[in-house]
């Protein structure tokens, strides 16, 4: 890529930075909260763009310097000096040069977003339920060393343990960026505890990963909600079972990329206290919503892909657990690792740094570069 064709096209985003900067210190802009809130996202990621391209004419500009130094200088140690920095100056041009490309191919505009998690137990009976657990521990102690914030919404336990269904938010930085690759079915092959003859059982979870709604990405009318309360159960101190602390909505939305109306049914009980359960299932209410209207975004890319490693197809088989090999292999990349124990533990960064790599590399071939 030739460096004034490159430099062309970041100089009108200089251009929109210095202008979108101004905008949001702009009095009339920041009481529009919902112009502000997508003007102030422009802004950081458009601030990327701009320190990486200033390092771009900082590398040139070096390349430059050391070319005429070394074309006038006579001194063995300045030259010296001069041949090391010409060399990693060019060392870097093409390091730079494939982030800048990286930062110009759109992104999912969903990333930075907190994500809404939901496991359940697939094929497999209370084995399934039993996988449910292990996989919602491995993402807690995966989150947990992200720094993130984890709060459970809802769950229905297995008979055997494990989880039916558990449903948890999780915030932080890209929480859903980089959750978002585990969305699928989870296939895990194992001797189940209440195995007597030692045969291998398959059993599956899906687990879905939906962007967190802001409040000014959907627009519901709260008056045609309807809700009922109820009294939590489980263990807990004196307000558990005696106060009807648990909210259960329903909402008819219609869909508008299908125009069919659809009941939705949302139930939480993570507080124990009213107002505060309403207020989260209607983030849930929200994110649902507009987890429906996204996927016509992923569609749209799923179209255009010949592979798709977050396609958002929660009915893709994306990995396999095997344990009696200790190997953990993910088909969308054929991916193979054999650290089963400590993957469970939440070591599951490495696999996803792969996933983000496949990924960087699709939207760089289909933006053609």
Same mark, same amino acid.
């Given at each position: 890529?030739?460096?004034?064709?490159?430099?062309?096209?970041?100089?009108?985003?200089?251009?929109?930075?210095?202008?979108?900067?101004?905008?949001?210190?702009?009095?009339?802009?920041?009481?529009?909260?919902?112009?502000?809130?997508?003007?102030?996202?422009?802004?950081?990621?458009?601030?990327?763009?701009?320190?990486?391209?200033?390092?771009?004419?900082?590398?040139?500009?070096?390349?430059?310097?050391?070319?005429?130094?070394?074309?006038?200088?006579?001194?063995?140690?300045?030259?010296?000096?001069?041949?090391?920095?010409?060399?990693?100056?060019?060392?870097?041009?093409?390091?730079?040069?494939?982030?800048?490309?990286?930062?110009?191919?759109?992104?999912?505009?969903?990333?930075?977003?907190?994500?809404?998690?939901?496991?359940?137990?697939? %094929? =497999?009976?209370? @084995?399934?339920? +039993?996988?449910?657990?292990?996989?919602? $521990?491995?993402?807690? /102690?995966?989150? *947990?060393?992200?720094?993130?914030?984890?709060?459970?919404?809802?769950?229905?336990?297995?008979?055997?343990?494990?989880?039916?269904?558990?449903?948890?938010?999780?915030?932080?930085?890209?929480?859903?960026?980089?959750?978002?690759?585990?969305?699928?079915?989870?296939?895990?092959?194992?001797?189940?505890?209440?195995?007597?003859?030692?045969?291998?059982?398959?059993?599956?979870?899906?687990?879905?990963?939906?962007?967190?709604?802001?409040?000014?990405?959907?627009?519901?009318?709260?008056?045609?909600?309807?809700?009922?309360?109820?009294?939590?159960?489980?263990?807990?101190?004196?307000?558990?079972?005696?106060?009807?602390?648990?909210?259960?909505?329903?909402?008819?939305?219609?869909?508008?990329? %299908? =125009?069919?109306? @659809?009941?939705? +049914?949302?139930?939480?009980?993570?507080? $124990?206290?009213?107002? /505060?359960?309403? *207020?989260?299932?209607?983030?849930?209410?929200?994110?649902?919503?507009?987890?429906?209207?996204?996927?016509?975004?992923?569609?749209?890319?799923?179209?255009?892909?010949?592979?798709?490693?977050?396609?958002?197809?929660?009915?893709?088989?994306?990995?396999?657990?095997?344990?009696?090999?200790?190997?953990?292999?993910?088909?969308?990349?054929?991916?193979?690792?054999?650290?089963?124990?400590?993957?469970?533990?939440?070591?599951?960064?490495?696999?996803?740094?792969?996933?983000?790599?496949?990924?960087?590399?699709?939207?760089?071939?289909?933006?053609?570069?």
């Amino acid at each position: 890529m030739a460096d004034n064709n490159l430099l062309g096209r970041l100089d009108g985003l200089v251009s929109r930075f210095e202008e979108v900067g101004t905008l949001i210190t702009d009095p009339a802009v920041i009481a529009d909260m919902k112009r502000f809130v997508k003007l102030n996202k422009e802004y950081r990621d458009l601030e990327k763009i701009v320190v990486t391209r200033n390092e771009y004419v900082n590398t040139l500009n070096g390349i430059k310097e050391a070319r005429q130094l070394l074309e006038t200088e006579q001194d063995p140690e300045m030259r010296e000096i001069a041949r090391d920095e010409l060399d990693a100056c060019n060392a870097r041009i093409p390091e730079l040069e494939e982030e800048i490309k990286l930062l110009l191919v759109p992104s999912d505009p969903e990333d930075d977003k907190n994500a809404i998690v939901e496991i359940r137990g697939g %094929t =497999g009976g209370d @084995e399934a339920a +039993l996988f449910a657990g292990d996989l919602y $521990r491995m993402y807690m /102690k995966y989150c *947990e060393t992200k720094g993130w914030k984890v709060a459970l919404s809802s769950c229905s336990e297995g008979s055997s343990g494990g989880y039916k269904e558990i449903i948890f938010t999780v915030s932080g930085e890209k929480a859903y960026g980089t959750l978002k690759y585990e969305s699928g079915v989870h296939r895990v092959q194992r001797v189940p505890s209440t195995e007597t003859q030692g045969r291998v059982h398959t059993s599956a979870a899906t687990v879905a990963v939906l962007p967190e709604a802001d409040e000014f990405d959907v627009e519901i009318n709260e008056g045609e909600i309807k809700w009922d309360t109820f009294r939590s159960g489980g263990a807990g101190g004196q307000n558990v079972n005696k106060v009807e602390s648990g909210v259960r909505l329903r909402y008819v939305w219609k869909n508008p990329n %299908t =125009g069919v109306s @659809e009941e939705i +049914l949302i139930e939480c009980t993570e507080t $124990r206290d009213q107002p /505060k359960n309403k *207020e989260r299932a209607l983030t849930r209410l929200r994110s649902f919503i507009y987890d429906k209207e996204h996927q016509k975004y992923l569609d749209d890319i799923a179209n255009k892909r010949k592979t798709m490693v977050s396609s958002g197809d929660r009915s893709a088989k994306i990995r396999t657990y095997n344990y009696p090999q200790g190997r953990i292999t993910d088909h969308r990349i054929n991916y193979t690792i054999y650290n089963l124990s400590a993957f469970m533990d939440g070591d599951i960064q490495s696999c996803i740094d792969q996933l983000t790599v496949a990924e960087n590399a699709e939207r760089l071939k289909e933006a053609e570069l």
